[in-house]
């Protein structure tokens, strides 16, 4: 089992920065690929980043590209996601999410049904 408690979102003025961190428990954290999801009232959980267990891999949507990076520190136990040039759009619950088989796959999977284990999510807000 898993426990994954998401820190660091807020209210940011657009073209903003802020950092997510999400703190994982649990010995076999680095055998986890990670992923960061994001959900607004009346739509799907989507995509947002993802990383494999190594770190040596990840993978981003279209619509953050070149503006947010995904990282991990596999001896703190740790994945973070820095958010850069925010845009209002960028608005919605953030949540971190492990995948167990993370090692078994090819690429860093995109599905939420794939990921096992899901925190509580943080709020990011971006005002115009």
């Known amino acids: 089992q898993v426990r994954l408690v998401e820190s660091g979102g807020g209210l940011v003025q657009a073209g903003g920065s802020l950092r997510l961190s999400c703190a994982a428990s649990g010995r076999t954290f680095t055998s986890y690929a990670m992923g960061w999801f994001r959900q607004t009232p009346g739509k799907e959980r989507e995509f947002v980043a993802g990383i494999s267990w190594s770190g040596g891999s990840s993978r981003y949507a279209d619509s953050v590209k070149g503006r947010f990076t995904i990282s991990r520190d596999n001896a703190k136990n740790t994945v973070n996601l820095q958010m850069n040039s925010l845009k209002p759009e960028d608005t919605a619950v953030y949540y971190c999410?492990?995948?167990?088989?993370?090692?078994?796959?090819?690429?860093?999977?995109?599905?939420?049904?794939?990921?096992?284990?899901w925190g509580q999510g943080t709020q990011v807000t971006v005002s115009s």
């Open positions: 999410a492990a995948d167990r088989e993370g090692r078994l796959h090819a690429l860093v999977e995109i599905s939420p049904a794939v990921y096992d284990y």
